[in-house]
């Protein structure tokens, strides 16, 4: 760590009180040392890694870090407050602030560096030095781990030595007879656990879990404890054979666990990384419980399944959220590739291609409408996936593997008897529920090698069919029934404000929750696809499409409100936007919520709006700009995402006009008023 930290990067006297004034503290010493190359672009990745995660820890420490493009080597900035700093600790503020920057192509021997301080914070002695060093250099030099030089001894005369050399006595003492030896008794067997850490960037959370977990292991006696952290850089897979001899294991992660095959038919704790750094005792004792009560993860031949609903601490609002989004996850790709085939067949076709004969019977190599068939067809195919993978995909959020082969056939029973993506959702909850009901039993050990392959996928199997056929599915079918009918009978104003809904939800979280909730719904109507379901479709891809084209036009037409990395996301933003990525805005959006978020959100709800009072219908669940042939009243459909981008471009200019200190101007010399006048600029807040 020797160049990462000097004395100019430490400041014993920290007099920011807000973490957005201490990152820029902080970040203007490295901007100094020639570290980072543009100050507002760097601050603007810290806000966003901020963003996903606060990175305050127990104990007194913040550490924002993040991996930018703007950062020219590693480099360490630390900041001591004397009144503290709010980084969103559980204990409160932080005295000790550590700013850490990664280059966005940091090799493997720079992020162990790194890794090396999140280590060390984890020992009392170095964080109590920290907190009374008094002088800036050898703050650093405790940072990087210098050995201290040692003081010179006095040099001294030695004496003349007059003493003749005398010959060693002879030993007159008899010999003794050794006592026999008893053997020493055999050690207790240590308890093995074997963990896994990791966080969003791998470089501060990631390393820290670990240690403390180790040292955890250390201090209970009789455990030993073995990490592998799944760093942004790679991992360095734990032995087979030491998995193998564990009694345990640890998820302690914010990112999925890499190959997590390898730790089935073991007990297992799985949590967010920040649980292995403040409290690694308690995981460790979680875990010595379930492996006394013999319970372990599903997967392994002599596996019993463990409830698996979420992780400790989530509500229940939270693991519904977790379990939705898991089947819909999955189910994109099917709707992606069905549905495109078929609007793609209906565009070389015609509207009457869905009766053609089947391909495999009566194909003309060429004829268009053969081609079209065919492209139907197979999109038919894949579409017809649509809603058993999403039952399946619930029940696999819930209860892991043994989920699958319920959920897939509970959506298969809502397709026949007409309960449509509603069946869908319900057959993957109740198949989730199951399942997870039926690993809670105790069974006897002879019985836990045939449960995952044999017992689970029968009972459950035979209980969700049973439930979606002669009780709840006939009800679901009659309201899926009801739905469709109100969907086609929308009109006027009815029709307006589901385009406004629709478009506010597909516009607040950007790719999130609440998207995919507004997106699933409208890719649900395509499976039995009516003219209310295709208005939906066609209302909810336009919405999407506005804001990351807002942020595109506006970082165009007012460039000097935006950071030089904000304007070279609002290049690759254009493109985003035309293809209906509305992922495209978030890092807008994480940079200055207040203005971009409400901007979007009236976009949305104006093109929402527009397209259903158009009349417009999709039959394509994406492909943004690029299928606008396949749209009815296409050029209305344009006018519609036209106008909510003008009303989003023209609010969030206005909102950040306002402002009172806006970022930069750059590398080309634009500034904002606030700028020009000399007042400080400062870092937008994240969410």
């Not at 506010?504 to 995919?516: A, E, Q, S, V």
Request: proline residues 7%; negative net charge.
């Amino acid at each position: 760590m020797s160049e990462m930290i000097t004395a100019d990067l430490v400041d014993l006297d920290l007099s920011a009180d807000t973490k957005e004034a201490a990152a820029r503290a902080l970040a203007e010493r490295m901007v100094a040392r020639g570290r980072v190359t543009d100050l507002d672009g760097f601050l603007s990745d810290v806000a966003a890694r901020e963003a996903q995660m606060p990175t305050g820890l127990d104990g007194g420490i913040g550490i924002p870090h993040c991996r930018s493009e703007h950062v020219t080597e590693p480099t360490l900035a630390f900041g001591r407050s004397a009144d503290g700093i709010d980084f969103g600790a559980p204990d409160g503020p932080a005295d000790l602030i550590f700013l850490i920057a990664a280059p966005a192509g940091a090799d493997d021997a720079h992020l162990t560096i790194l890794s090396s301080l999140a280590r060390q914070l984890m020992d009392e002695d170095f964080k109590a030095a920290l907190r009374t060093a008094t002088d800036a250099g050898a703050t650093a030099a405790l940072i990087r781990g210098d050995e201290p030089e040692p003081a010179p001894e006095p040099e001294s005369t030695p004496e003349p030595t007059t003493e003749p050399e005398s010959t060693p006595e002879l030993t007159t003492e008899p010999e003794s007879t050794p006592e026999p030896e008893t053997a020493p008794a055999a050690p207790a067997a240590k308890f093995k656990i074997v963990a896994v850490t990791s966080c969003p960037t791998g470089i501060a959370h990631t390393y820290m879990a670990a240690e403390s977990l180790e040292k955890a292991g250390r201090d209970a006696g009789g455990v030993e404890v073995v990490v592998e952290t799944q760093g942004s850089a790679g991992f360095t897979r734990l032995a087979p054979d030491v998995i193998a001899a564990a009694d345990g294991v640890i998820f302690a992660h914010d990112v999925p666990v890499r190959e997590k095959d390898r730790f089935a038919g073991k007990p297992t704790v799985d949590v967010g990384v920040k649980a292995g750094i403040n409290r690694p005792a308690a995981l460790i004792g979680e875990v010595r419980e379930k492996a006394a009560r013999g319970e372990t993860t599903s997967g392994a031949p002599s596996a019993t399944p463990v409830d698996r609903a979420g992780d400790a601490g989530d509500g229940y609002g939270t693991k519904l959220r977790k379990w939705l989004m898991s089947g819909v996850s999955y189910m994109v790709p099917f709707v992606a590739a069905g549905g495109l085939l078929i609007a793609l067949g209906f565009a070389i076709g015609g509207y009457t291609i869905n009766k053609a004969p089947s391909v495999a019977e009566h194909f003309v190599w060429t004829q268009t409408d053969s081609w079209a068939a065919l492209l139907f067809q197979v999109g038919s195919v894949a579409f017809a996936f649509l809603v058993p993978v999403l039952a399946g995909f619930i029940a696999y959020g819930m209860a892991d593997r043994p989920g699958l082969v319920p959920g897939f056939v509970g959506g298969s029973i809502a397709l026949t008897i007409n309960a449509g993506f509603l069946g869908g959702l319900a057959a993957g909850l109740i198949a989730g529920g199951v399942v997870m009901a039926i690993q809670k039993v105790n069974v006897p050990p002879v019985l836990r090698g045939i449960m995952p392959v044999v017992v689970i996928p029968l009972i459950s199997s035979a209980v969700v069919g049973f439930l979606m056929f002669l009780v709840i599915g006939k009800p679901i079918a009659s309201l899926q029934r009801a739905l469709t009918d109100w969907l086609n009978s929308l009109s006027g104003a009815n029709a307006i404000i589901l385009g406004v809904i629709l478009g506010l939800m597909m516009c607040f979280d950007l790719g999130g929750p609440l998207n995919k909730v507004a997106y699933a719904f409208a890719v649900g109507g395509l499976a039995n696809p009516t003219e209310g379901s295709l208005k939906v479709m066609a209302a909810v891809m336009a919405a999407g499409m506005v804001p990351p084209l807002a942020m595109a036009l506006a970082t165009t037409v007012r460039g000097r409100l935006f950071t030089r990395t904000e304007r070279e996301n609002g290049k690759a933003a254009w493109v985003l936007g035309a293809s209906f990525i509305t992922e495209g805005a978030i890092p807008f959006a994480a940079a200055d919520p207040l203005r971009v978020i409400p901007a979007s959100m009236a976009g949305g709800a104006v093109t929402g709006a527009l397209s259903m009072a158009f009349g417009c219908t999709l039959r394509a669940p994406h492909g943004g700009i690029f299928v606008v042939p396949l749209i009815g009243n296409p050029f209305l459909y344009l006018i519609a995402i036209a106008a909510g981008v003008c009303v989003s471009t023209a609010l969030v200019v206005i909102l950040k006009g306002m402002r009172k200190s806006a970022p930069e101007g750059g590398a080309d010399g634009a500034g904002d008023a606030t700028a020009q006048k000399g007042e400080e600029p400062k870092i937008p807040v994240a969410a």
